[in-house]
Nanobody
Framework: QLQLVESGGGLVQPGGSLRLSCAPS????????IGWFRQAPGKEREGVSC???????NYADSVKGRFAISRDNAKKTVYLQMNSLKPEDTGVYYC??????????????WGQGTQVTVSS
C-alpha cells in the first residue's frame, strides 16, 4: 500500500519554529512533485510548498520568506522548515506526491496529516 508518513507537528508559540518530515512507505520517490498542504478548521485545503526531484521549489505567498522545503534523497525524506510561525499557520499539514504545483486535486498519494498549532 502506497502511503506517506509525516512527523514533526506540535504546539508552538507565535514566532517559533517547527520542522515537518515526510517519507514514503511502500514506494520510493521518482520524478513526481512532492507537496505540502494544510487545512485549517472550516477552511479548504491549501497548497503551502512543493519541490521537484531536481530541487526546484514553489511557495504560497503566505509563507514565502518564512518556510523552506528541502529534500534529502539519501534519506528519502522531504522536510518543511517553518519559521516565524503565526497563529494563522495553524492547521493539519499534509504531505502529498505526484501532482502539479500547489493544486491539491492533482496529487494522488497523501499522508495522514500532522497537526500544527501556533498559539500563546
Amino acid at each position: 500500500q502506497l502511503q506517506l508518513v509525516e512527523s514533526g507537528g506540535g504546539l508552538v508559540q507565535p514566532g517559533g519554529s517547527l520542522r515537518l518530515s515526510c517519507a514514503p512507505s511502500g514506494f520510493t520517490w521518482k520524478n513526481g512533485l512532492i507537496g505540502w498542504f494544510r487545512q485549517a478548521p472550516g477552511k479548504e485545503r491549501e497548497g503551502v510548498s512543493c519541490i521537484s526531484r531536481g530541487g526546484i521549489t514553489n511557495y504560497a505567498d503566505s509563507v514565502k520568506g518564512r518556510f523552506a522545503i528541502s529534500r534529502d534523497n539519501a534519506k528519502k525524506t522531504v522536510y518543511l522548515q517553518m519559521n516565524s510561525l503565526k497563529p494563522e499557520d495553524t492547521g493539519v499539514y499534509y504531505c502529498a506526491y505526484g501532482g502539479s504545483g500547489l493544486v491539491s486535486q492533482t496529487y494522488t498519494t497523501w499522508g495522514q496529516g500532522t497537526q500544527v498549532t501556533v498559539s500563546s
